[in-house]
């Protein structure tokens, strides 16, 4: 069992900037793949960003050249630093690690873009 834990959410106005930590219980080096999603009421769950245990890095089209994913792994984390944010951007972000196939989420930071 892989434990995941997000961090770092919180309330920024429009245009301001916000880094989210992901930390496993375990290696990140053992993961496939690790992932930011979001989500918002009555909506599905989408990708944000991922990077690969190779360090291939992957984003959605509606967070390029504002989002960055990064990884540390003498910390076992994994980062997402958001620039330029928008209201648009207002959701739950949940990490997500994936190890032989398997899933493991942490329980998503709440992140509140207003003025």
């Known amino acids: 069992q892989v434990h995941v834990v997000e961090s770092g959410g919180g309330l920024v106005q429009p245009g301001g900037s916000l880094s989210l930590s992901c930390v496993t219980s375990e290696s990140i080096f053992s993961m496939s793949v690790m992932g930011w999603y979001r989500q918002t009421p009555g909506k599905q769950r989408e990708l944000v960003a991922l990077?690969?245990?190779?360090?291939?890095?992957n984003y959605v089209d509606f967070v390029k050249g504002r989002f960055t994913i990064s990884r540390d792994g003498a910390k076992n984390t994994v980062y997402l630093q958001m620039n330029s944010l928008s209201p648009d951007d207002t959701a739950v972000y949940y990490c997500?690690?994936?190890?032989?196939?398997?899933?493991?989420w942490g329980q998503g930071t709440q992140v509140t873009v207003s003025s």
């Open positions: 990077i690969t245990n190779g360090g291939r890095t």
């Open positions: 997500q690690a994936v190890r032989e196939g398997r899933q493991y």
